[in-house]
């Protein structure tokens, strides 16, 4: 029970404020996956994606961290991603599947300061989907 308001609680904080701090510390607890919150190795299919992205957002929102590996125990391992992918270019795709009035955004963390010593030099890329409850359902 208490890992779970723990959980929330970074939910909720990270949302108010996004930060590397934040990010570092949550990997820091390595927690696992939570219902709102998804890891990804790298970027998925865009229609893979939307399905999350859809479930996400008729479900109080959530939040996708690509560049974070889910070992078999249900730890993570923040492996980072190569390179930032173009947010033009996945709002482009994922308009192919979702409605646009579906309130998402895609976050950089750049982790290239000694502070971040577990994470140095990695990227990630965090898509948040908003919670819109006026707005629902949304459907593909």
Do not use: C
């Not at 950089?108 to 919670?131: A, G, M, R």
């Amino acid at each position: 029970m208490i890992s779970t308001q723990i959980k929330d609680k970074f939910y909720d904080d990270f949302l108010k404020e996004p930060t590397k701090d934040k990010l570092d510390n949550f990997f820091k607890s390595n927690f696992g996956e939570l219902n709102l919150v998804d890891f990804k190795e790298n970027w998925i299919h865009k229609g893979h994606l939307a399905k999350t992205i859809l479930a996400m957002a008729n479900s109080r929102g959530g939040i996708i961290i690509f560049g974070v590996k889910e070992n078999e125990d249900h730890t993570l391992t923040p492996i980072g991603l190569e390179s930032f992918e173009d947010k033009a270019k996945i709002g482009q795709e994922l308009s192919k599947y979702i409605t646009p009035n579906l309130d998402w955004i895609i976050l950089d963390f750049n982790y290239d300061s000694p502070l971040y010593e577990s994470s140095l030099n990695t990227k990630f890329q965090i898509l948040i989907v908003n919670d819109t409850p006026e707005r629902l359902p949304f459907i593909s």
